[in-house]
């Protein structure tokens, strides 16, 4: 069963205009939240963090949201430039538990 | 900055044949990882490892074992190569199983005909 969920598979943005990729996840004991970008033929390389204690953490362009009750997180990109185009995918984990469990991932396409 | 180095970039095997992937670290790194990567599915977890010698199962361990002899080497194995094992492979590591983020390497692309 996937714990994390990224529904939408693939994303087209205007360059300069606002990138938001959405993640949801079912296991209330998730407590710790990334996201990683990956670059086709590169391994994915860690973006932003953000803990249970908060609902937001935000590094120069990129904003991560959680909301708690919803079980959704959020990433922002603002604004969005070509070098942004990869493929996003969120990651959680237990306070407790020995693994992070990713989602299926978001190809984002920033266009010129 | 730590480097995760997965010692080949495309691999093309045969079905039923033992396959053999590395991955080493340079970081003194406490926790090593294979995950696979599929369309539509993310990365899955095979194993993972906590210390030398020492082995846990992912959600997918069927058909693959590992083997970590040395702290900087995890090796992942499939012990009779199928189709449906046809995939991207990534190793990472980390310092902490709750650190920041893992590391990974740039992956193997294994295609088993």
């Known amino acids: 069963d996937q714990q994390v969920k990224q529904n939408s598979p693939s994303l087209s943005v205007q360059e300069g205009r606002i990138s938001i990729l959405n993640c949801d996840y079912t296991n209330s004991m998730f407590d710790y939240f990334l996201w990683y970008k990956k670059y086709p033929a590169e391994g994915p390389t860690f973006l932003i963090s953000i803990s249970s204690i908060k609902d937001k953490n935000e590094d120069g362009r990129f904003t991560v949201f959680l909301n708690k009750s919803a079980k959704h997180l959020s990433l922002h990109i603002v604004p969005s430039q070509p070098g942004d185009s990869a493929v996003y995918f969120c990651?959680?984990?237990?306070?407790?538990?020995?693994?992070?469990?990713f989602g299926t991932g978001t190809s984002l396409t920033v266009i010129p | 900055d730590v480097k995760v180095t997965q010692s080949s970039r495309y691999l093309v095997k045969r079905t039923g044949e033992k396959v053999f992937l590395e991955c080493v670290q340079d970081m003194d790194h406490e926790n090593m990882f294979w995950y696979r990567q599929d369309p539509g599915l993310g990365l899955r977890l095979i194993y993972f490892s906590y210390d030398v010698k020492m082995k846990e199962k992912g959600d997918i361990p069927e058909g693959y074992s590992v083997s970590r002899e040395k702290k900087e080497r995890f090796s992942l194995i499939l012990e009779s190569a199928s189709t449906n094992q046809t995939s991207m492979y990534l190793c990472a590591s980390s310092l902490g199983l709750k650190s920041f983020g893992y590391t990974f390497g740039s992956g193997t692309r294994l295609t088993v005909v």
């Open positions: 990651a959680a984990s237990t306070n407790t538990g020995n693994q992070f469990y």
